[in-house]
């Protein structure tokens, strides 16, 4: 039945292919429509290709922690600058506004250095991006993705778990 189904899928796979649109943030459609058909793996599996998001974007305290201490990703932090004097910021974080993301990301290394005061990632390099809550950084999460970044992740409790952790430390 599994099978039957699974051929089944994979058979529609071309039309949909054809016939996907791209939703906000990049997504197509046919990745909204593999997450739902889990009985197929193999399908699914061949279907992740098609989609420019990342496969997992969220970052926990303490994988973050442990990003940080290795220096094995970069962090941004997508607050208003007024933001971070009031309440604080990550050590070690590059402060680039949310509204600012997408252009920053195409700046040459020493414009971006100049502007923000921190070294511009690469393409390949782990970025981590970091707001108050969790969902501005979601958002330039994708702004980075579509822009050809691929390893980017979304730290989701942002600074209010990242105080909240530090001060149980």
């Known amino acids: 039945m599994a099978l039957r189904r699974c051929w089944r899928f994979a058979a529609v796979v071309p039309r949909l292919l054809w016939n996907s649109t791209v939703l906000p943030g990049g997504r197509s459609s046919v990745s909204s429509l593999v997450n739902t058909h889990h009985d197929c793996k193999h399908t699914e599996l061949l279907l992740r290709g098609f989609s420019s998001a990342p496969q997992s974007t969220d970052v926990s305290y303490e994988q973050l922690k442990q990003l940080l201490s290795g220096r094995k990703a970069v962090v941004i932090d997508v607050r208003e600058p007024w933001e ?33 005061g921190g070294e511009m990632p690469q393409q390949t390099d782990n970025i981590v991006f970091t707001c108050l809550a969790g969902i501005r950084s979601k958002n330039a999460l994708d702004t980075a993705a579509s822009l050809g970044y691929k390893d980017v992740h979304n730290y989701l409790g942002g600074w209010q778990d990242w105080s909240k952790n530090e001060q149980q430390d």
């Open 84 to 116: 971070l004097r009031e309440y604080g910021s990550i050590p070690g974080s590059i402060n680039v506004p949310l509204a600012q993301v997408g252009n920053a990301l195409q700046l040459d290394a020493e414009e971006f250095n100049e502007k923000y």
